[in-house]
């Protein structure tokens, strides 16, 4: 069980500030989603908390240790990044070899078992694989490593649509069987909205949300039918974005639903729905 607490952390590049005063306790034991629009911050993050860069400002530590040049605090994260940093020379099970010195928990039988089930030749180099197998390569590694905290950036980058499953599979029996604090930063939010636990949204290098799944969608919905109704629905209420296509509108209301937003949907004649992760993601991040 491993506790990540980012007090006051500021990240500047040159004049541009990627990251503002971040403060963030993340909780073992649990699965994270990590969601941001291109430039929002979200890599940069997890390379501070990876050590891989530098804070301009603030602390990062794990278990109450910094984890800056701290073997002990980063021996505890297994980060598989969205690049694939390994040695094209070398053959998959020599990764895996490799692996299992840095990180002396790592279930060797497991991760050849998951070569096998997902088909990756372990005779293959790096440098041959597909941009799909090196994305099922590292994903291996990450859930082998048996390390407390794994951190995953875009990892089905590449996966076609049934080996993508294949992965979201083996991290649920794989978090089941050996608890552990996992981040997953995507794009793919409707994928990975299955196995989330928590959200943590960032904008514009600021985190504007954290909070449960089920908390989260159970404080939105959509509205949608005709555009005049609707909008009739939305007077006096908060709501973030929506589409509109013709007379047809939808939008996502934000709060929670009662009897009187039923009945009064009935009176005009719009439909509520639950709203879906992607689309409250989407919402909050143009709001």
Not at 197 to 223: C, F, N
Request: glycine share 8%.
């Amino acid at each position: 069980m491993s506790t990540i607490a980012i007090k006051g952390i500021c990240k500047d590049y040159g004049t541009t500030r990627a990251l503002d005063n971040i403060d963030l306790e993340i909780e073992p034991d649990k699965i994270y989603g990590l969601l941001g629009r291109n430039g929002a911050g979200k890599t940069t993050l997890l390379n501070l908390i990876t050590n891989r860069i530098f804070p301009t400002a603030g602390e990062i530590a794990i278990d109450g240790e910094s984890v800056v040049e701290n073997d002990r605090a980063l021996s505890k994260v297994f980060y598989m990044t969205e690049a694939n940093l390994y040695p094209p020379g070398l053959r998959v099970r020599e990764v895996l070899g490799w692996s299992k010195e840095f990180y002396p928990g790592f279930d060797m039988p497991y991760a050849l078992w998951l070569c096998e089930q997902f088909g990756l030749k372990t005779g293959k180099r790096v440098k041959e694989l597909s941009t799909g197998y090196g994305s099922i390569m590292k994903a291996i590694v990450a859930l082998a490593s048996n390390a407390p905290i794994v951190v995953f950036d875009e990892p089905v980058l590449g996966l076609d649509a049934n080996h993508r499953q294949m992965f979201y599979r083996a991290l649920i029996a794989n978090y089941s069987q050996h608890p552990k604090t996992i981040i997953i930063s995507s794009h793919l939010i409707e994928e990975i909205a299955e196995v989330l636990e928590e959200v943590i949204i960032i904008k514009d290098g600021s985190i504007v949300l954290k909070q449960s799944v089920e908390e989260l969608l159970g404080q939105a919905y959509t509205v949608s039918g005709e555009a005049a109704q609707v909008d009739s629905y939305l007077a006096g209420r908060k709501f973030a974005g929506g589409e509109e296509l013709g007379k047809f509108k939808a939008v996502t209301v934000l709060g929670v639903l009662t009897e009187g937003d039923r009945a009064l949907a009935q009176k005009l004649d719009v439909e509520l729905s639950r709203v879906e992760l992607q689309k409250l993601f989407i919402s909050l991040t143009n709001s």
